[in-house]
């Protein structure tokens, strides 16, 4: 038997709103211990980030480039959400020399990803109630700097993953609290209070503002330290930030369950979700995940599940692109 040609090389790109994350892949499989991560403060684009990581790599011949954007795109071009960065095709070609470029939106990548992870990558929060039907939806939600989900559907002709912007919605208000959350959101954000604006790193530093200007002069902790309060018990309303997001996080996913049916299961992804999941059960993820009335005991049907894998947006990319041939 002889041994199989080698595949063409790609580099595939996952853009956050904060880091930049880059890979060689070949074919499907990234080389992870090749995988960078590049601050997007210190740099005018992707096209320099792509650049930078060649160089560091030795200047490989690229066939092909694939790069995930938070943000929508449109006629070949993307717009990042919370970046003010414009990245086109021709960019992507020049820095990287490859003739077969395409842009995905980041939680795109992150659907053409679920089947490349491993159940070690995978953290349960709630349990399935029957095994899910092979071709069954599923639905990934990205909580980081961003906010963002992707239905993904396995057809005959293949994988298809829907692009989306629903953390631009409008937030959801149910009570007289998360009416005056709103509304302190909306003097600070144009007028609009969004979905984004509450689940996001910035997000819960958001809330945290909100709780301590009831008491005076509105201060406020960083995410990090926010999550770390939650984990050890400490600062009062650190807690009590994490409780109204987690509530709030399990809302929408909720209503998201409801919108797309997604039988083959719920994926939470993004360095957020990430940090706040050994938490999800106590702070009431499942309990208002499941508040839908008369729907209550149908949100049963979609387990959910927390991606632990940083780089599972890189092996949606090197899958896609791979795909594509």
Request: net charge neutral; aromatic share 6%.
């Amino acid at each position: 038997m002889t041994d199989a040609m080698p595949q063409a090389l790609s580099i595939v790109a996952d853009i956050g709103g904060t880091n930049t994350r880059v890979a060689l892949a070949e074919g499907s499989r990234i080389d992870r211990a090749g995988i960078r991560r590049f601050a997007n403060a210190d740099h005018s684009g992707i096209a320099a980030i792509l650049a930078d990581y060649l160089a560091m790599a030795g200047h490989p011949v690229c066939s092909g480039a694939c790069v995930a954007v938070a943000g929508p795109i449109h006629d070949g071009k993307a717009t990042m959400t919370n970046r003010d960065w414009t990245i086109e095709r021709g960019a992507i070609g020049r820095a990287t020399g490859a003739r077969r470029i395409v842009m995905i939106n980041d939680l795109q990548a992150q659907g053409h990803g679920l089947g490349h992870l491993t159940s070690k990558n995978l953290r349960g929060i709630i349990p399935a109630s029957a095994s899910p039907c092979p071709r069954a939806t599923r639905l990934v939600i990205g909580i980081g700097t961003g906010f963002n989900a992707a239905a993904i559907h396995d057809t005959p002709a293949g994988k298809i993953v829907t692009a989306s912007e629903c953390g631009h919605a409008g937030l959801p208000v149910r009570d007289a609290a998360g009416l005056r959350l709103a509304q302190f959101l909306e003097r600070t954000h144009d007028g609009f209070a969004s979905v984004e604006d509450v689940l996001s790193g910035r997000g819960l530093e958001g809330l945290h503002r909100w709780l301590t200007a009831k008491a005076g002069p509105a201060t406020g902790l960083a995410a990090p330290d926010i999550i770390a309060a939650i984990a050890s018990g400490g600062e009062r309303r650190a807690a009590h930030a994490g409780r109204i997001f987690v509530r709030l996080l399990g809302a929408v996913a909720g209503d998201l369950a409801l919108i797309h049916l997604p039988f083959g299961g719920i994926y939470l992804t993004g360095g957020v979700a990430r940090a706040l999941a050994p938490h999800l059960e106590r702070l009431g993820f499942a309990d208002a995940f499941r508040d839908k009335g008369r729907f209550s005991g149908f949100l049963n049907d979609f387990p959910v599940l927390v991606v632990e894998d940083d780089f599972a947006a890189l092996k949606g990319c090197a899958a896609f692109l791979d795909a594509q041939v």
